[in-house]
């Protein structure tokens, strides 16, 4: 249903015959853990009440709950949907949501790796995919894409977002949204997009997860916000709120946030849903007295559902409503916001999902391949010294792979997922083995034992989430064995990293050294003499100090998913070419945190790579960084005019050349400087990129357009976006160190 008359029509008629009791149901979403079902009564007896199955199936019963997550298998959800139908007395089907975050079924490579392709067109394609497989089995909305930006590597959730940056990450974000709901809500085949955290996340005190986040308006409007207002722009129909107080006020009951920015400012007419329990947290920070409070603060804050893993707030709203805390119709301004998006998903005329042709859509083939192609154009190529890689297949007499991450499925898989199909899971080595095994010989030597957190992971109850420490491993023994095998091949490859455990939620860090003993491997295997490449499975960036000193050849596959290992031997052997860049900047070490590319200029910035007395303080990798199996040249750097009225807008045109001998891809890069104005712009700011692919010899002419939305930004003291009277400068090149220069100026100012 799409016709705006009859959906407010046909809300009119429920509104006016629910109760408010049924109208606080529809505003309430909960946990639902079916496999708790089998727990002895004694275990699950330990859940809040809500989170037993039979609590949540009595609620759906009596119209207590409009909407359930973390379910995720058809026939469970029909049967569900069918004990909700039965139980109100107005027919409103449960909407169901999850987090696919990088896939269902099939497992797309994570977020910050298919930020890293640069490619608007092979994120939205993986999250189609995603969402085609997610509607199948009857998940209607998914709590993606995480649009925060993130800073501090040392927070695990780095993993989920596009990096650092506004600029891609508002390209990835709607991208993401695009891939995820199609043309619009109800599109068949997709499903509803939820960007979360809102907002300011990433900017978690320490990289600590969940901890407070204190930001300048300055930042809030320059960096944080552009990535949800361009996942809105592109039209997602719900927001999730953030855990963490923002400037002191809980994200979830901040009026600024989810009222005069999200309603007022931005215009967003879809829904809100906490995150889990973040409603319950208002009493937890401390800003609402008890639970009855805390959701009295969240609805009239513009919070309009709650996701609860245990006693729900919102049934407290009833009580609100009749003392005068909550009015009847902002309760039911939420209800209708939650109401027409079920209508429009054709809810109530289609409740039900057909299980068979579920099966059908997860087994598509062409699934894998969108995988496979989104793993290849995620990796980066940071290092290939003397251009070892690619490998020669038809000259390797022996291949060895080396360390336990490369030949572990789940860990090739990244965090964040629950449907996966180990068996289909292609790791590094047996991608490696499927594409040479029949030539060459490849040999495996895991060299050390998994390395593991030294707290346990939130997913531990899911199963499978921390790698099994092997039985009778003989430390000292397997190392020697790794090296060994090292010495007799004729290329290693050594995959390090982190475990998928050690990032993601609830996995801050407070390092960036390779976990466990991995160095200590490397190092041996290097000291073999044996050519090495190294392969990088992470979400962050690492201490690969020695690696980028000692190691000829270094290409980061992030956690690749489903078809990570068949990806990663068609890059090895050339059948793919590397063209990822970095959506990041890659420090040194730890003590380099937070360190950024667009930071402002200040006093002596010509020391600015010695701003530590103990180590270069520029990064090991810059932002934008990615190398190529070819070479790219750039020439003809010019603009249609040298000056422009503020709110005018200027063409750049550049040439960019294969030099190289092999096709490539290339993601051309521009930035710009404001040299002087109101306020103290950034050394550098993307403000533009497109991913080409040449052939070995071509020439492509690449445009990109300056106007008042990249050359804007929001003034802390004038309180609204301004355009400087100032000139210009701009860089185009392969990462953020371009060096061909242009510049402009704009001749008045706006704001
Ligand atoms: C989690 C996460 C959020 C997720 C939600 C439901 O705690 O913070 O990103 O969507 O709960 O799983």
Redesign the pocket.
């Known amino acids: 249903m799409n016709d705006p008359n009859a959906i407010r029509e046909h809300i009119d008629v429920l509104l006016s015959q629910m109760s408010v009791e049924e109208k606080a149901g529809q505003l309430t979403q909960f946990f639902y853990f079916g496999f708790m079902r089998d727990i002895p009564p004694g275990a699950a007896a330990e859940l809040p009440m809500s989170n037993q199955p039979q609590h949540v199936e009595e609620a759906l019963a009596r119209g207590a709950a409009g909407s359930l997550?973390f379910v995720r298998e058809p026939a469970e959800i029909n049967r569900l949907q069918r004990l909700a139908l039965e139980g109100n007395r107005h027919n409103i089907p449960v909407i169901f949501g999850f987090?696919v975050i990088h896939g269902f079924r099939t497992i797309l490579p994570v977020p910050i790796a298919m930020a890293a392709s640069w490619d608007p067109e092979t994120v939205e394609q993986g999250q189609a995919v995603a969402a085609r497989e997610a509607r199948a089995v009857g998940i209607h909305w998914t709590?993606a894409p995480?649009v925060d930006i993130s800073r501090d590597p040392r927070w695990g959730r780095i993993i989920e977002g596009a990096g650092e940056d506004p600029y891609l990450g508002a390209a990835i974000a709607a991208a993401q949204v695009r891939g995820f709901q199609g043309a619009g809500l109800g599109t068949p085949e997709r499903v509803i997009a939820g960007p979360?955290?809102f907002a300011g996340y990433g900017a978690a005190l320490g990289g600590r997860d969940y901890d407070e986040a204190n930001l300048s308006d300055y930042e809030l409007w320059n960096v944080y916000l552009p990535p949800f207002k361009a996942a809105l722009d592109a039209g997602a129909g719900n927001v999730?709120t953030a855990?963490m107080p923002l400037n002191g006020v809980p994200a979830t009951g901040n009026r600024w946030l989810l009222d005069e920015v999200l309603r007022q400012t931005w215009g967003f007419t879809g829904w809100v849903v906490s995150?889990?329990n973040a409603v319950r947290s208002l009493q937890t920070h401390g800003f609402a007295q008890d639970l009855a409070e805390a959701g009295v603060f969240g609805l009239n804050a513009g919070c309009d559902m709650e996701?609860a893993i245990a006693d729900a707030a919102y049934a407290h709203l009833p009580a609100a409503v009749a003392d005068g805390r909550v009015a009847e119709t902002a309760l039911d301004a939420s209800v209708r916001r939650v109401l027409e998006a079920k209508l429009r998903l054709r809810l109530f005329d289609e409740p039900f999902v057909d299980e068979e042709h579920a099966q059908t859509v997860l087994n598509d083939p062409a699934h894998r391949e969108v995988a496979r192609r989104a793993a290849e154009r995620s990796a980066v190529l940071l290092r290939n010294e003397n251009n070892l890689l690619p490998l020669d297949r038809d000259s390797l007499g022996t291949l060895a792979v080396i360390g336990p991450l490369a030949d572990s499925q789940r860990d090739t898989l990244g965090p964040w997922c629950f449907e996966f199909d180990l068996a289909e899971t292609v790791t590094v080595l047996a991608g490696i083995r499927a594409k040479i095994g029949d030539r060459a010989t490849v040999t495996y030597a895991p060299g050390i034992r998994p390395a593991q957190r030294a707290f346990p992971s939130m997913f531990d109850m899911f199963g499978g989430n921390a790698p099994e420490d092997p039985a009778d491993f003989d430390d000292a023994a397997e190392l020697q064995r790794a090296a060994d095998v090292a010495r007799a091949a004729d290329v290693a490859v050594v995959v390090v990293g982190e475990w998928q455990n050690m990032i993601g939620?609830a996995a801050s860090r407070s390092s960036l050294d390779l976990p466990g003993r991995q160095l200590e491997l490397l190092q041996a295997v290097v000291d073999t003499g044996t050519p090495v490449v190294v392969l990088v499975l992470n979400g962050r960036p690492l201490d690969l100090r020695w690696a980028a000193a000692n190691v000829p050849a270094i290409l980061d596959i992030w956690y690749p998913g489903t078809q990570g290992g068949t990806a990663v031997a068609n890059l090895l052997f050339g059948d793919a070419v590397p063209g990822g860049k970095l959506p990041f900047t890659w420090p040194r070490t730890g003590g380099h945190i937070p360190l950024i590319y667009a930071h402002t200029t200040s006093h002596e910035p010509e020391r600015q790579d010695r701003r530590y007395w103990d180590e270069h303080s520029t990064p090991l990798f810059p932002f934008g960084h990615g190398l190529s199996y070819t070479t790219f040249a750039y020439e003809g750097l010019r603009l249609d005019r040298d000056r422009i009225e503020a709110g005018e807008t200027l063409t750049v045109a550049v040439e960019v050349r294969n030099t190289g001998a092999r096709p490539g891809d290339e993601v051309v890069q521009l930035y710009i400087r404001q040299r002087h104005g109101r306020a103290a712009r950034p050394v550098r700011e993307l403000k533009g990129f497109r991913r080409v692919t040449l052939q070995a010899g071509e020439t492509r002419t690449v445009e990109f357009t300056l106007g008042p939305d990249e050359l804007h930004y929001w003034h802390p003291l004038e309180r609204t976006w301004v355009i400087d009277a100032a000139t210009f400068d701009v860089w185009i090149g392969g990462d953020v160190t371009a060096e061909l220069h242009a510049e402009f100026a704009v001749q008045n100012s706006a704001g």
Do not use: T
């Open positions: 997550l987090d709590f995480m979360k955290h999730m855990y995150d889990a996701m939620e």
